[in-house]
Antibody, heavy 119, light 107 residues
Framework: QVQVVQSGSELKKPGASVKVSCKTS????????LNWVRQAPGQGLEWMGW????????TYAQGFTGRFVFSLDTSVSTAFLQISSLKAEDTAIYYC????????????WGQGTLVTVSS | SYVLTQPPSVSVAPGQTARITCGGT??????VHWYQQKPGQAPVLVVY???DRPSGIPERFSGSNSGNTATLTISRVEAGDEADYYC??????????FGTGTKVTVL
C-alpha cells in the first residue's frame, strides 16, 4: 500500500534553515510527481510547487522562489523541502502530496510537518 | 491568476444534505477535485475529476461541475463529516489552485 511519511516537527530561529523529508513507499517512486503544500496556522491550503521524480526538475509556485528548494534522493524514494533564511511567517504545516499518475490531483498525503520559527 | 471561491461555512443537520460550492471563471471546463480535512489531520481526497470517488469514500459524497460553479454534495450527513473541505483545479496559467475552504458544521 502507498505510504507517505514525513519527518517530525521542527523549531527554528529566524534566519536558520530547515530541511523536511518525505519518504514514500508502496509504488514506483519515479512514476508520480511529488508536491509540497503549505498551511499556515488557521489558514487554507497553498500549493508551493512540485518536483518531477524522473528528472529531479522542480517547479515553484509564485511566492515560493528563492528561499525554497525541492530535491530528491531516489535511492530511498524520498523528497526534501529546504527553506533557508527562515522568517516568522514561514511558521506552518508543510505537507508532501503525491500527484496521481497522469492526473492533476493529489491522491496520497503525508501527515504534515510543523515548522515553527520563533526566537 | 485563477481564483476559486468557496463559502466560509456551511451548517447542516444530521441526515440532511450539505452542498459546498466552488466558484471560478468557466470552472465547468476544468476538472475539479475535492479534499476533506479534519482537525489536526492531513487532507484526504474525496472526489476527483468532478464526480469520481476514490476507493473507500462513501457514496454519500458526490460532485458536479458546470458553468462557473462546481459543487460537492454530502448526502445523509453524519457527525463524522464535520471538517474543512477544499476544492482544487489545475489551471494552465496558475498550475494547481486550491479553493478558500469551507468549514462544514453538523448541528
Amino acid at each position: 500500500q502507498v505510504q507517505v511519511v514525513q519527518s517530525g516537527s521542527e523549531l527554528k530561529k529566524p534566519g536558520a534553515s530547515v530541511k523536511v523529508s518525505c519518504k514514500t513507499s508502496g509504488y514506483t517512486f519515479t512514476r508520480c510527481a511529488l508536491n509540497w503544500v503549505r498551511q499556515a496556522p488557521g489558514q487554507g491550503l497553498e500549493w508551493m510547487g512540485w518536483i518531477n521524480t524522473n528528472t529531479g526538475n522542480p517547479t515553484y509556485a509564485q511566492g515560493f522562489t528563492g528561499r525554497f528548494v525541492f530535491s530528491l534522493d531516489t535511492s530511498v524514494s524520498t523528497a526534501f523541502l529546504q527553506i533557508s533564511s527562515l522568517k516568522a511567517e514561514d511558521t506552518a504545516i508543510y505537507y508532501c502530496a503525491r500527484g496521481a499518475e497522469d492526473a492533476f490531483y493529489f491522491d496520497y498525503w503525508g501527515q504534515g510537518t510543523l515548522v515553527t520559527v520563533s526566537s | 491568476s485563477y481564483v476559486l471561491t468557496q463559502p466560509p461555512s456551511v451548517s447542516v443537520a444530521p441526515g440532511q444534505t450539505a452542498r459546498i460550492t466552488c466558484g471560478g471563471t468557466n470552472i465547468g471546463s476544468k476538472s475539479v477535485h475535492w479534499y476533506q480535512q479534519k482537525p489536526g489531520q492531513a487532507p484526504v481526497l474525496v472526489v476527483y475529476d468532478d464526480s469520481d470517488r476514490p476507493s473507500g469514500i462513501p457514496e454519500r459524497f458526490s460532485g458536479s461541475n458546470s458553468g462557473n460553479t462546481a459543487t460537492l454534495t454530502i448526502s445523509r450527513v453524519e457527525a463524522g463529516d464535520e471538517a474543512d473541505y477544499y476544492c482544487q483545479v489545475w489551471d494552465s496559467s496558475s498550475d494547481h489552485v486550491f479553493g478558500t475552504g469551507t468549514k462544514v458544521t453538523v448541528l
